[in-house]
């Protein structure tokens, strides 16, 4: 398996560590190779080289019966597609793991016509592409007819029985800090809320550049919400699950999205969640069931469902074992691990 480092940041990285942590390596022999890693240029450029270097060598020389790549877009899937193509040539089995809500405009916007070739012959000569939702699996046979694939969502691991929030209006954003995670329309909605709420807070955790962290501070002096937001940077298992058990809510207003592991957490731990109808999030979340729905970019949307979500304690609570229990029967590491278990075992029965 190559993809991310697992100690990393980002949904690749917690997918992996998740099925880690959970046995998957070791029931099923996986060696992991990192070819991608946290850090400036030259080192992403090192870390890729030395990783796909060693995966092609532990292809050619000792022929797993599987290789399974995480990939997303535009470098993440030139590296992988590489990696793809020595596997087969080896006669591995292979497995395309689809992540990334970006994945839909790189193939059919952004891709000049030899790229969306290589992308289509990549996906259709995979042994299989995993996606994470049904939404996405009628994508990739939209785009690549001749590619089979397989439904398998990102795990997420089921903490113990949550506690009442003590933080009722404090929301919390778990994600990179751009435009296109939807942080100011998370600002603009909560602007207008202030005034209904007097405890609210804005709690953006996660990395950004320095020219976006700057930007929405300076949106919030100029909507008079400085006091009341908080950038604690990128977050830790342990410091993301103390602030999960401290916010009353959780929003995620993206404008695209795969299956957002860190929804799925919030989720997991019982909150309340509040986010946008993109990717597979709305086959996850069903609004007014487990969850509220907005539209991308609608900040009327947005600060409504939100008011809706912080003015009702009967509802919050709700929606979160509802989301809790959504979890549990369908997104937990024992399904997930399951699923990948049944792949590689087909797979490997069918090698060449």
């Known amino acids: 398996m190559a993809g991310t480092a697992p100690e990393g940041r980002g949904g690749v990285a917690a997918v992996v560590s998740v099925l880690r942590r959970h046995g998957l390596f070791e029931r099923e022999r996986v060696r992991y190779v990192a070819t991608h890693a946290d850090g400036g240029h030259a080192a992403k450029a090192r870390y890729a080289l030395a990783g796909l270097g ?9 022929r797993p019966a599987v290789v399974h790549v995480h990939a997303a877009s535009h470098a993440s899937f030139a590296r992988k597609a590489a990696l ?4 087969r040539l080896a006669g591995c089995r292979t497995v395309f793991h689809l992540h990334g809500g970006g994945f839909r405009r790189f193939a059919t916007e952004e891709a000049g016509s030899l790229q969306r070739r290589w992308i289509r012959h990549t996906l259709e000569r995979s042994s299989a592409v995993v996606t994470l939702s049904e939404g996405w ?3 990739v046979r939209e785009f690549a007819p001749a590619a089979r694939t397989v439904v398998v969502p990102n795990p997420v691991a089921l903490p113990a029985a949550p506690e009442p929030a003590p933080d009722p209006q404090r929301i919390l954003f778990l994600g990179r800090i751009e435009a296109a995670k939807g942080v100011f329309e998370l600002l603009a909605a909560g ?22 962290l700057a930007a929405l501070r300076r949106r919030a002096g100029e909507l008079r919400m400085l006091g009341r937001i908080e950038l604690p940077g990128w977050l830790g298992p342990g410091a993301r699950d103390a602030e999960l058990a401290r916010a009353g809510l959780f929003c995620l207003p993206s404008h695209a999205e795969g299956l957002p ?20 999030v709305p086959e996850a979340l069903r609004d007014g ?13 947005l600060a409504a469902a939100l008011a809706s979500a912080l003015g009702d304690a009967a509802l919050r609570a709700r929606l979160g074992r509802r989301a809790r229990a959504t979890v549990a029967a369908h997104y937990s590491t024992e399904v997930v691990c399951g699923r990948l278990s049944a792949l590689y075992r087909e797979l490997a029965g069918t090698r060449r």
């Open 191 to 212: 602007a207008r809320l202030a005034p209904a709420f007097p405890a609210l807070r804005l709690v953006f955790a996660g990395a950004g550049d320095e020219d976006a």
């Open 54 to 62: 060693r995966c092609a060598w532990l292809c050619l020389a000792q």
């Open 84 to 87: 793809l193509l020595v596997a």
């Open 289 to 301: 069931d487990n969850g509220l729905l907005v539209a991308p970019g609608d900040v009327d949307a």
């Open 261 to 280: 592991m860190a929804m799925l957490e919030a989720m997991a731990a019982g909150r309340a969640v509040v986010a946008s109808r993109v990717g597979a």
């Open 137 to 139: 699996a009628g994508f």
